[in-house]
């Protein structure tokens, strides 16, 4: 940490466990401490006028987008690209308070504290947050990033159709978040996110701080397998067309295979509709979706495959057809080395126990990493729980994620390249 330029000075724990809990409030599910924001709804507009209106209490320059990701700076001792931290304030349908908030509201921490110790950085710093990261109503997951980095272009994204029939566009109208600001957007210094873990190593390890040196690579893919509709009595099983059964046996499959490509890979069958979904009906149709997860990308493809032959093999013999449409796919993204070395050398000079490691979920920071050296912050989650109003992480671990934000952050800032 010798490299920050003012290593004494450390956040206030009170003020963001406040804000983090003010924000939670908005959407916030009955008799937990968990909160649902889907992308674009009102419960997000509300809790973007609030983190907005925390902005400008900061006196900090507010931009907006085309997608609506915001971006409040701090001004610096001299112009140019800024330092930025930040993540997402949209949550999914059974989301947490941390989750993607803890990395913006950390973000308006830094700047306060500078602020109330007279500290003005070298560089400027910003704090953003992206639209849809969780792609929970609009997929892709961490679109407002991709956008913002200009891997989707603009118009693509306004036209996508989010779960319950609405078009991004329209719905960042009628919220007032369609912004003017250009994108792609302002290429930064370099961009650090702050996030708790969403898994138990840190926990199980006793570590506080992980200093994130890669992120998993994302497949997202959703099958339609169509089958013929029948009476559930009277069907015999020989001459039954039944995609249910297709469907059962991919989830079977996915979890399988990834048992036996070990390592990191991870599969997800998450989500399932039946049509007509009836108890004594056979189904016409079943729709589901697969997540697949690796941080190799050479193993991630092999997944890939042996599911779709899997699935052909299924329809086949069941005598159903499918169609498949990719929601996401994202290659595995490595860090900036240094920006890691940094964030763990900043942690170790705080007095925090510091362990590198990847990320097995996705984040804006693996968008920022197209174009900006790039690195991430972890927190401890309790019992590794997240996408669960369930998930939590202690004062104290907040305040260590924080205060190693702040000063990576400051080192940064002082940085010549």
């Given at each position: ?19 983090l809990?003010e ?7 009955d ?49 140019g ?17 941390y ?14 504290s ?18 849809d990261e ?37 719905e ?6 369609a ?28 570590i ?10 994302i ?10 509709s ?60 697969v997540?697949l997860?690796?941080t ?27 169609e ?14 240094s ?12 007095g ?11 984040h ?17 989650s309790?019992d ?6 369930a ?27």
């Amino acid at each position: 940490m010798d490299s920050s330029p003012h290593p004494a000075l450390r956040i206030d724990i009170s003020r963001l466990s406040s804000r983090l809990a003010e924000l939670a409030a908005i959407g916030a599910i009955d008799g937990t401490e968990g909160c649902a924001r889907l992308a674009l709804t009102e419960e997000d507009k509300a809790g973007r006028d609030l983190v907005v209106a925390w902005m400008r209490d900061l006196d900090l320059a507010i931009t907006i987008d085309g997608i609506g990701n915001v971006v409040g700076v701090m001004a610096g001792e001299i112009d140019g690209p800024p330092v930025m931290c930040g993540s997402h304030i949209d949550t999914v349908r059974t989301g947490g308070r941390y989750d993607g908030n803890l990395g913006v509201l950390a973000g308006l921490e830094v700047v306060e504290s500078l602020r109330a110790a007279g500290v003005t950085p070298h560089r400027p710093l910003a704090v953003a947050f992206f639209t849809d990261e969780e792609g929970a109503r609009f997929p892709p997951d961490m679109l407002g990033s991709l956008v913002y980095v200009g891997g989707m272009p603009l118009e693509e994204a306004l036209d996508i159709e989010g779960i319950d029939g609405a078009i991004l566009g329209s719905e960042l109208e009628r919220i007032g978040y369609a912004g003017v600001a250009p994108l792609p957007g302002l290429v930064p210094h370099a961009f650090v996110e702050l996030h708790v873990e969403q898994g138990p190593v840190l926990e199980v390890e006793g570590i506080t701080v992980g200093a994130v040196e890669s992120v998993q690579g994302i497949s997202w893919t959703e099958v339609e397998v169509t089958g013929q509709s029948n009476h559930a009595g009277t069907t015999p099983m020989s001459m039954r067309r039944d995609p249910g059964v297709v469907a059962a046996a991919c989830m079977q499959f996915a979890r399988e295979l990834a048992l036996e490509l070990g390592g990191t890979q991870v599969s997800t069958v998450g989500r399932v509709n039946l049509h007509p979904n009836l108890v004594n009906v056979v189904p016409a149709s079943a729709t589901f979706t697969v997540d697949l997860r690796n941080t190799d990308e050479q193993l991630l493809q092999e997944a890939e495959r042996r599911f779709h032959e899997f699935l052909a093999a299924a329809a086949v013999a069941e005598n159903c057809t499918v169609e498949t449409k990719t929601l996401a796919r994202f290659e595995p993204v490595v860090f900036d080395p240094s920006v890691v070395d940094l964030v763990e050398s900043t942690a170790a000079g705080l007095g925090y126990s510091v362990k590198r490691m990847p990320s097995g979920a996705g984040h804006d920071a693996q968008m920022m990493a197209r174009v900006c050296p790039t690195a991430m912050v972890f927190t401890p989650s309790r019992d590794g729980i997240s996408h669960n109003p369930a998930e939590y992480t202690s004062p104290e671990d907040l305040e260590a994620g924080a205060n190693v934000l702040l000063h990576t952050m400051l080192s940064l800032s002082q940085s010549a390249t």
